[in-house]
Structure formats: C-alpha cells, structure tokens
C-alpha cells in the first residue's frame, strides 16, 4: 500500500513570505494526488488535484500554486502569504492504475492522507 | 455530487456500540459510500467503504439501507481512542474529483 510523506510536520510564516510544501508518496506508480485545507474546526476543503506529471487541476481560486514535477512529488506553494492561508494542509493519494493517468479511477479506490502540514500565518 | 447529513456530535460510552448515521438521499446508483474518520491534529484515516451490500472490516461495520439513502457506521465496542471527527462521504465518479468531505460527525468515546 501506499505510504505519504509530508514536510515540513509544523510551520509559522510571516505575512508576505514564500511558501512551499511537499509531499511525495511512495508505493504506487501513476498516482491521483490532492492537496486540502482544513481550517481550524472545519471541514477539508480540495485545493488542487493532479492526475499526473505537469497536470494541475485548481478547485478554489486563490493565492496558492500546485506543481507535480515528479510522478510521485506534488508541491504548494506560494509567492506571498496571507493570514487566511493558516490551517492543516493534508496531501492524499488514490493508488495509480495501470496504464498511466489517462485511466479514469473507480469509485472503489480509497483516498488515503499524509500526517498533514500545520501552517500558521503571523 | 450527491451531498451527505450527518449529525453534528455524538457520545457513546467506553465498551459500547457507537452507531453513526449518514443520510445520502440523493446518492446514484454507481456511487459509493465512504467513511473516514480524523484524530485531532492528524490526517483522515480510511475506515470502510461500500456500495450496496453491509461490510465488515477489523475497525467497523458498515450497514445500508437497501434504498441506499442511507447507511450507518459501527463501531462495535467504541474505546477511547476513537474519539475523533467521523466522515460519510459520497464518491463523485468524476474524473480526478474524488472526495467531498463535509463538517463529519464529531464522536465523544466517554469513559
């Protein structure tokens, strides 16, 4: 099975300054990859999905940027920081299939998480 | 997407039964249901799916109703550590947009 790894584990960042979070996943080829925002007390919220190299999907519109530059490495990332960016950021993968990323998943496939990044904005 | 109601809270006794209930009314025929719950401070963690029959796995029972509208988690001698915020979810077949997650159910294991 799969096994996702996230880094940094706790961050504090000021307004305005850079971001990036990786996450990357070992065990499986060809994989879904998701970023999401849980704020303090609240829901998941999907930021962005890949389905392979290069190929970035946006749900929200914001101030964040995703990048897959590796198979199994998906990245976020921000040039300027906002204080309603702090909250879990969580990174989860759906196993890859056979056949690369052109395979659409089935409904069967579980979404499994990273141990989520924790982000505080001053 | 077909959306999900859960209750808001629950409390269950240490050694009991913890049933949780989901309804999904609008769920579709190719659409399955999945359960994942979150501890503080860590990532969901996967505890079952289904898409008509009842499943049984190490952690928990899963049993739809036969209309599919709705389906409740078991968990079947609740323990402390299972305290946690408890996630039904109805999967989107849409390519690459899996996962809904909605506020879950907030489940108190009191000793």
């Known amino acids: 099975s799969q096994t996702i790894h996230q880094w940094p584990a706790t961050l504090v960042q000021p307004v305005g300054s850079p971001l990036s979070l990786e996450c990357t996943v070992e065990?499986?080829?060809?994989?879904?990859l998701y970023w999401y925002r849980q704020a303090a007390g609240r829901g998941l919220q999907l930021l962005f999905y890949?389905?392979?190299?290069?190929?970035i999907s946006s749900e929200v519109p914001q101030n964040l940027s995703a990048s897959r530059p590796q198979d199994r490495q998906f990245i976020l990332s921000s040039k300027k920081l906002l204080l309603s960016d702090s909250g879990f950021y969580l990174c989860?993968?759906?196993?890859?299939?056979?056949?690369?990323?052109?395979?659409?998943?089935?409904?069967?496939?579980?979404?499994?998480f990273g141990p989520g990044t924790r982000l505080t904005v001053l | 997407d077909a959306k999900t109601t859960q209750p808001t809270s629950m409390d269950c006794a240490e050694g009991r039964a913890a049933n949780l209930p989901c309804n999904h009314s609008?769920?579709?025929?190719?659409?399955?249901v999945y359960w994942y719950r979150q501890i503080h401070s860590q990532g969901p963690q996967y505890i079952i799916h289904?898409?008509?029959n009842n499943e049984t796995n190490e952690m928990a029972s899963l049993i739809i109703t036969e209309d599919r509208k709705s389906s409740t988690l078991i968990l079947p001698h609740a323990t402390l550590r299972d305290t946690a915020v408890y996630y039904c979810?109805?999967?989107?077949?849409?390519?690459?947009?899996?996962?809904?997650f909605g506020p879950g159910t907030r489940l108190s294991v009191l000793p």
């Open positions: 989860a993968c759906i196993r890859g299939l056979a056949g690369g990323p052109q395979i659409r998943s089935t409904g069967r496939d579980t979404q499994y």
């Open positions: 065990g499986t080829s060809n994989p879904n």
């Open positions: 890949s389905v392979g190299i290069g190929q």
């Open positions: 609008t769920i579709s025929g190719n659409e399955y």
């Open positions: 289904g898409l008509k």
């Open positions: 979810i109805v999967r989107v077949d849409n390519y690459g947009q899996n996962f809904v």
